[in-house]
């Protein structure tokens, strides 16, 4: 009996040690991804504009790291260390990030495809993809015109910013698909790595803002601090945001999500 015991208590510790499966992963994202959709349109949109707000963070860290370093070589590497800070705090505080649900509210929908699971996602996206922007449009607007930081941290957040403006429509919806990808793979991973979350996060993200890819939200406040400030014009607003949720969506919904659902399709998830 005893070692019966002894080697239940082994092959515990064992299942404890192992990491999760693709199949398992796909199981936890999927029922997180449920529990998202079945949350009530209020409770998505506040916390999608609590996100949009948090966000805002990752632009404050670069715009502050731009303030205080002078140019050269490594320069654009340091200003990437700021980039992750925002997901971070949306990420680790629950906030809902559109980016983030891609692939979340997408597994449900392609293991059991239906109207009324189609409904549900596209209601997630939309109420989360426009609670994200009215976030960070209100962030921007309180640099833009209230005496938030000083004017090195300001002039440095407009120095950031102004990099949107080097694509165009097709630049920025090819350069948010590896975005919305990577994004879609911090969800994944996740489950796997709850004790080395912030490393997870930061690792990846890191990879998104040297790699120079477009993310809808961040970006939006970016692009929504230079129309406040007068530096681009309305049009110029939407020819980023358009292609960057695209992007975003097609990286993240269309790609990650299939290949993570394909792989274990065949596995009776």
């Given at each position: 009996m005893a070692d019966n015991e002894e080697k239940n208590g082994e092959t515990g510790t064992v299942e404890d040690l192992k990491s999760a499966n693709a199949l398992e992963l796909h199981r936890a994202v999927r029922e997180e991804g449920q529990a998202e959709l079945e949350r009530p349109t209020g409770s998505l949109f506040w916390s999608g504009v609590a996100g949009g707000l948090a966000i805002t963070a990752s632009l404050v860290a670069?715009?502050?790291?731009?303030?205080?370093?002078?140019?050269?070589?490594?320069?654009?590497?340091?200003?990437?260390?700021?980039?992750?800070?925002?997901?971070?705090?949306?990420i680790l505080g629950r906030m809902q990030l559109f980016t983030e649900s891609t692939v979340t509210a997408m597994l449900p929908l392609v293991n059991?495809?239906?109207?009324g699971a189609t409904g549900r996602t596209l209601r997630l996206w939309s109420v989360v993809l426009a609670a994200n922007?009215?976030?960070?449009?209100?962030?921007?607007?309180?640099?833009?015109?209230?005496?938030?930081?000083?004017?090195?941290?300001?002039?440095?957040?407009?120095?950031?910013?102004?990099?949107?403006?080097?694509?165009g429509p097709l630049a920025t919806?090819?350069?948010?698909?590896?975005?919305?990808?990577?994004?879609?793979?911090?969800a994944w991973t996740l489950p796997n790595a709850r004790e080395q979350a912030f490393f997870v996060v930061f690792g990846i993200v890191y990879v998104v803002a040297i790699g120079g890819f477009s993310h809808s939200v961040?970006?939006?406040?970016?692009?929504?601090?230079?129309?406040?400030?007068?530096?681009?014009?309305?049009?110029q607003v939407l020819a980023f945001l358009a292609p960057a949720v695209l992007g975003?969506?097609?990286?993240?919904?269309?790609?990650f999500a299939l290949l993570a659902h394909a792989q274990v399709r065949e596995e009776g998830v």
């Open positions: 670069e715009g502050a790291i731009a303030a205080h370093t002078a140019p050269g070589p490594a320069r654009p590497l340091l200003l990437a260390i700021g980039y992750p800070i925002g997901f971070l705090i949306v059991a495809p239906s109207w922007f009215i976030g960070t449009a209100l962030a921007a607007a309180a640099f833009a015109f209230l005496p938030l930081g000083d004017a090195a941290l300001h002039a440095g957040m407009l120095e950031v910013s102004m990099k949107i403006t080097e694509h919806f090819v350069n948010a698909v590896p975005a919305g990808f990577l994004i879609a793979i911090v961040v970006g939006s406040t970016e692009t929504f601090l230079l129309l406040f400030s007068g530096k681009i014009g309305g049009a975003n969506l097609f990286g993240g919904a269309g790609l």
